[in-house]
């Protein structure tokens, strides 16, 4: 993907979940399960074609004694990398 992320959307065939019986975060899709950790949960669970700025917004809210927002756009391109994710206001 060129560019950077501006309104972040999960592809058709990713999605979050919750998996109870493993106590964890995950991102699955065809090819296969991340496991997220709290904060990169949170990012993909507001990955849904907001601003990056709103984005980091709403973070800031859930995390206010951190600083989760720091790392967004490299996460978001990581994610982007592997085909998981696209800007909502590509066609």
């Given at each position: 993907m060129s560019g950077q992320i501006r309104r972040p959307v999960?592809?058709?065939h990713a999605r979050y979940r919750w998996d109870?019986?493993?106590?964890q975060h995950q991102?699955?899709?065809?090819?296969?399960?991340?496991?997220?950790?709290?904060?990169?949960?949170?990012?993909?669970q507001l990955c849904d074609g907001r601003?990056?700025?709103?984005l980091r917004a709403a973070l800031s809210e859930?995390?206010?004694?951190?600083?989760?927002?720091?790392?967004v756009p490299t996460f978001l391109e990581r994610l982007a990398g592997k085909g998981l994710l696209r800007d909502a206001t590509d066609s």
């Open positions: 999960l592809v058709p109870k019986l493993r106590g991102l699955v899709f065809p090819e296969g399960i991340l496991v997220l950790n709290a904060p990169a949960a949170a990012i993909v601003s990056l700025d709103d859930q995390f206010p004694d951190g600083q989760p927002g720091a790392d």
